[in-house]
């Protein structure tokens, strides 16, 4: 799922891709964020930014 974020750098369509709900898709990346303890997305209500330790953690899947 949040390889089809960076991909896509919007969260309706990565759910779509996923095929989840947008809100199911960002409660489950909140949560892996919580976990690991940093950002992988800086969230706009425009816009999805991949954060600078984002790119480090999907370089590495």
């Known amino acids: 799922m949040r390889l089809a974020v960076a991909k896509r750098l919007h969260f ?23 976990q690991i303890g940093f950002q992988i997305f800086e969230r706009t209500n425009k816009k999805v930014i991949v954060t600078k330790l984002g790119l480090e953690l999907l370089k590495k899947v």
Not at 12 to 34: G, H, Q, R, W
């Open 12 to 34: 309706k369509k990565a759910a779509d891709d996923c095929f989840v709900s947008p809100s199911t898709l960002s409660n489950a990346i909140a949560e892996l964020e919580n």
